[in-house]
């Protein structure tokens, strides 16, 4: 069985739910697990704010427009009455639910449903719309099944129990849809696994089930040698291993949920990214194969914030880093990026939360230098760091001022902090000099 993934674009209007459909009808046994159509997601956390803010009548708004728009995709897509009416009256219970939350207090449980409400919009939509043209679907609710344990993590065990229970208790259809992204935590309540969580449900459902591979459709024709927001000519690339499409979908590469890869690599499940807009373009596959050398991808993560510490103490003492480390781990802070000198150790966190707190205690120990607004360029492949062409990256020193580099604590990354004034004309510069064909000179 395979597991396809649409995100939001794929089913953000008529013309490509249409078009989903297309895709995935070819007799093949699947599970299609879609995003809330585009825009829909963001609609709902700016109500969830609005009503945090005491903003009912914009929240009302909102909720009206929202309801508007779905209407409108209805009144175009479904032309059966029976199927249409079935829509209507599930748009009519949504979006009178959303209307009854604005009055409620703003729980974590009444902010998560609002949020959940675009998955199950868009799936409910669409298996009326396969409905309709005859193919034979059902759904599986997310909730009924995707669970995430105390840490967030998902319940793995009870997971693939309530699934194949939805399988079986569902033997004739081909097709089963559930949604993305939401799930109920350990106290079955309702939850959701992050913003473009979507990509991370298929990957839990692939590893579960045991799907001969996941599917990832996006509007984009694959992962691409760097961010196409930023540099020109950038490059899709065809294949990437787990521990290189990892790294960068940690370091900001927005194709990919940060965690997709991690349910699927230890039972070597590929993975395929591909366009809904040119389904015939390859993509790229991500697999335990590492098959060419040297630098494949760049990425960049904004929101960095580096702390210096500067302490005599360090000369020649041993324990100075375990006192550094054992700070960050009492306010659960991760450290990205650390480089050391005899006498002081930067280090990179990408959440401030507890910023403030950890400083107060640093202080007691060092000297403290922090610059925030900083972003990490990282640059993704396999054996980059002896691969002979990596020198290239180094003429980057002549155009921008690198704040640390970590070269060499893997041999898949070298990263680089620069501040986020720079990020972009670094981004440009290392294209050219890490991806550009050097001119035959005859
Ligand atoms: N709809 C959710 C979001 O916009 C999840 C997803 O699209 O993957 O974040
Ligand atoms: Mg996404």
């Known amino acids: 069985m395979q597991v396809l993934k649409f995100g939001g674009t794929s089913v953000g209007s008529v013309e490509s739910i249409k078009n989903v459909k297309s895709i995935i009808d070819d007799d093949q046994p699947k599970i299609i697990v879609l995003s809330a159509m585009s825009g829909t997601t963001n609609a709902l956390v700016d109500i969830v704010k609005r009503i945090e803010d005491n903003d009912f009548v914009i929240a009302n708004t909102l909720i009206q427009n ?12 479904l032309t059966a009455n029976k199927i249409k009416a079935q829509a209507l009256q599930f ?22 449903t609002i949020l959940a409400q675009g998955e199950l919009l868009s799936t409910f939509i669409f298996n009326c719309f396969l409905n309709q043209e005859g193919i034979v679907s059902s759904l599986l609710p997310a909730l009924d099944f995707m669970r995430i344990d105390k840490d967030g993590e998902p319940d793995f065990f009870y997971i693939k129990k309530n699934i194949d229970f939805l399988l079986q208790a569902n033997p004739n259809s081909k097709i089963y849809i559930t949604q993305g992204f939401i799930c109920v ?24 089930i045991e799907a001969s591979e996941v599917q990832i459709w996006t509007d984009i024709d694959g992962m691409h040698n760097s961010d196409p927001r930023y540099v020109d000519n950038t490059s899709p690339i065809s294949h990437i291993s787990y521990d290189e499409a ?3 979908a ?19 499940i590929p993975v395929q990214l591909k366009n809904t807009m040119q389904p015939q373009a390859f993509g790229t596959l991500i697999d335990s194969n590492n098959i060419s050398r040297g630098i494949k991808a760049i990425a960049a993560k904004d929101g960095i914030t580096a702390i210096k510490i500067k302490s005599a103490k360090m000369l020649q003492a041993y324990g100075f880093l375990k006192k550094v480390f054992e700070i960050f781990e009492m306010f659960e802070t991760s450290i990205d990026m650390i480089t050391t000198s005899e006498i002081a150790v930067s280090l990179t966190v990408d959440n401030p939360k507890n910023l403030e707190r950890i400083l107060v205690e640093l202080n007691k120990i060092a000297h403290i230098e922090v610059d925030s607004h900083q972003s990490i360029i990282c640059m993704v492949g396999h054996s980059v760091v002896s691969d002979a062409d990596t020198y290239k990256l180094f003429q980057i020193l002549k155009d921008v001022d690198i704040r640390m580099i970590s070269y060499g604590g893997s041999n898949n990354n070298i990263s680089l902090l620069v501040p986020s004034t720079d990020k972009i004309k670094a981004l440009k510069q290392l294209q050219n000099y890490v991806f550009s064909k050097p001119v035959l000179i005859t």
């Open 66 to 77: 929202l309801k508007s728009s779905y209407i409108l995709v209805i009144n175009d897509l």
């Open 91 to 112: 748009v009519d219970e949504v979006f009178g639910l959303l209307s009854k939350l604005i009055h409620q207090d703003l729980t974590a449980i009444v902010s998560n």
């Open 185 to 208: 935590d350990e106290y079955g309540d309702i939850s959701n696994l992050k913003r473009g969580g979507s990509d991370y449900t298929a990957t839990i459902i692939g590893s579960v």
């Open 246 to 248: 990892a790294e960068l």
């Open 250 to 268: 940690y370091f900001g590469a927005k194709i990919l949920h940060p965690q997709t890869v991690t349910p699927v690599r230890h039972k070597n």
